[in-house]
Each structure stands twice: as C-alpha cells, then as structure tokens.
C-alpha cells in the first residue's frame, strides 16, 4: 500500500517486500481548472478574467553531484529526453496536461547512476507563464509519485496541496542518497524562476 507523504516527508525507497529499489517510476500529475470552477465566483474568479487556455507545464530533474548541480548536459528535459550515463529516461512532453494519470513519466535506473551522482531534484514550470499570464494558482491536483516499475506497484505519492497563486515553478521532490540508501523528500515548494535557467542557478 503506498505511503501518502506530506510537505516536508521523507521517506526510504525500498520495494514493498522491503529489499532494495533500483529502477524506478517517477511520475507527475496536473489538471488546469475546469471552466465551471472558473466561473464559480471566490478564489478562482480572482484569477481568470478570460475564457479557459492550455497550460503547458514542464517536468525537468536535475541530476547532481555533490548535492550540486554542476553540468548543463546533467538536466534530463523535454529538449533532453535521456541522461548520458543513460540511467534516466524522460518520456516526453505533455502540451496541456489533460487526461486522467501521470502527464509525464520519468524512468530511473538507479544501479546504472554513476557514483558521483547523488540527488535528483524534480521540478515542474510553466512555459511561457510570464508571457501567457499564467501560474500555478490555476494548476490543481498535482502530485508526484514513485512507482515500482517491476512490480508496478505505486511506493509512495505526494499531492501538492498549498495555495500556489503567483508560482511559476514548483520544486516538487527530491531523490537523494544517503550512505548506501536512495531516499524520497517531498518538498512542494513554489517559486518565482521564470524557467530552467533561473531553476539550476538556485541548485549550482
């Protein structure tokens, strides 16, 4: 049975029999508001003054060493699908997150990492949000997950519940190392960076 982790949580990264995980389903998830929760008046009408847009939200991880991101070839994207040590697998770009499940799948083989790697951070961004008006005030249900892919058993879930008004980005989770173990740390953070460049100057 999963664990259902809050901000701040963290959790080993075992199978559910509890020996060791070493590949790994990251997956993300996010909904646009729907038109009637645009119209219902409140927190929603503060927000939309126009009809319902696409919002095309990006999930990126920054694969880093030493706690550090120190290489631009070490972000895994949707303009950078696979990791070089081919360890980290991004299974594409969903343009307007629509549809029940994951909008983007992450693969990890955490046996095939080299050693100096140590911490994955998963962020997710809007694009364009400056120029289209848009932030995660308008995003609901997002969560991460971590799913065995062998097993296809879901290990553990994290939803985004906070009020996210103004966020561009969203430093959702990290999985880190520590001694011989791979741990999850459910972070849930919003922030202001505009896109990845603006995210990996606040990891180097």
């Known amino acids: ?30 909904d646009a508001a729907k038109s009637e929760e645009k119209k219902s008046g409140g927190f929603f009408s503060r927000i939309f003054s126009s ?12 694969v880093c060493q030493s706690g550090k991101f120190v290489d631009k070839d070490d972000l895994v994207y949707f303009g950078n699908l696979k990791h070089n040590s081919g360890a980290i697998q991004h299974m594409g770009d969903n343009l307007t997150g629509e549809g029940d499940g994951d909008d983007e799948q992450i693969f990890i083989d955490l ?7 140590d911490k994955l951070i998963f962020v997710v961004n809007i694009y364009q949000a400056v120029e289209r ?3 995660f005030g308008m995003i609901r249900n997002a ?15 994290f939803n985004l519940t906070d009020d996210y008004t103004d966020m561009l980005s969203m430093i959702v989770g990290e999985v880190y190392k520590r001694g011989d173990e791979w741990k999850f740390n459910a972070i849930g953070s919003g922030t202001k960076d505009t896109g990845l460049k603006d995210l990996a100057r606040r990891f180097a």
């Open 1 to 30: 049975m999963a664990v259902n982790l809050q901000k701040g949580q963290k959790v080993s990264l075992k199978k559910s029999n509890g020996k060791k995980l070493s590949r790994l389903m990251v997956g993300l998830g996010w």
């Open 111 to 117: 046996d095939r990492l080299p050693a100096q790697y």
């Open 133 to 135: 008006k848009q932030h």
């Open 143 to 157: 969560y991460i997950h971590i799913v065995d892919p062998e097993a296809h058993e879901e290990l553990c879930r």
């Open 51 to 62: 009809g319902p847009a696409n919002i095309d939200c990006d999930a990126s991880v920054f």
